[in-house]
T-cell receptor, first 112, second 112 residues
Framework: DQQVKQNSPSLSVQEGRISILNCDYT??????FLWYKKYPAEGPTFLIS?????DKNEDGRFTVFLNKSAKHLSLHIVPSQPGDSAVYFC???????????FGSGTKLNVKP | DAGITQSPRHKVTETGTPVTLRCHQT?????MYWYRQDPGHGLRLIHY???????DKGEVSDGYSVSRSKTEDFLLTLESATSSQTSVYFC???????????FGSGTRLTVV
């Protein structure tokens, strides 16, 4: 039973617009969340994180929002660039448990 | 990626044969993980290690075993390969929870 879900397998947006990727989780004990980006034939790379004591974390064009009551997080990319085209995975863990559960990924295509 | 290497990068093997994948790190991280990536399932944890000779099962451990005799090496063995184990396998390392994992480049395994 998947504890972390990404219900949109793919997303297509125009360059310069906002990309919003969504992620839901079922385990209320999760308190640390990550987003990873993956290009074909490469391993996933860390993008941004958020802990449950925050509801927002920003890093340049990337912002992650956490809604604990809804068990939902989202990644916003503004403005989207063609180089952002990749598969994005969200992951969740109980802090200090050092074991992350991943969603199934969302493939983002940013059109020039 | 620098600090973590997987070998081989590609392998084709026959059903019923044993296969060993190797993960090598130069970061001296305590935690090491094996994940498999499959369409629609994302990344699923097979086994992980929290120190030399200390390992534990993940979500999809049936048919797999691991060993860690040195800090730098984590081996994943498919005892008798089956077609359902055709997948891309990723090794990951972690030394600090706040940065999640660093992933290797992956091993594409095909069982025919």
């Amino acid at each position: 039973d998947q504890q972390v879900k990404q219900n949109s397998p793919s997303l297509s947006v125009q360059e310069g617009r906002i990309s919003i990727l969504n992620c839901d989780y079922t385990n209320s004990m999760f308190d640390y969340f990550l987003w990873y980006k993956k290009y074909p034939a490469e391993g996933p790379t860390f993008l941004i994180s958020i802990s449950s004591i925050k509801d927002k974390n920003e890093d340049g064009r990337f912002t992650v929002f956490l809604n604990k009551s809804a068990k939902h997080l989202s990644l916003h990319i503004v403005p989207s660039q063609p180089g952002d085209s990749a598969v994005y995975f969200c992951a969740a863990s109980r802090y200090n448990f050092n074991k992350f559960y991943f969603g199934s990924g969302t493939k983002l295509n940013v059109k020039p | 990626d620098a600090g973590i290497t997987q070998s081989p990068r590609h392998k084709v093997t026959e059903t019923g044969t044993p296969v060993t994948l190797r993960c090598h790190q130069t970061e001296n991280h305590r935690y090491m993980y094996w994940y498999r990536q499959d369409p629609g399932h994302g990344l699923r944890l097979i086994h992980y290690s929290y120190g030399v000779k200390d390992t534990d099962k993940g979500e999809v451990s049936d048919g797999y075993s691991v060993s860690r005799s040195k800090t730098e090496d984590f081996l994943l063995t498919l005892e008798s390969a089956t077609s359902s184990q055709t997948s891309v396998y990723f090794c990951a390392i972690s030394g600090r929870t706040s940065y999640g994992y660093t992933f290797g480049s992956g091993t594409r395994l095909t069982v025919v």
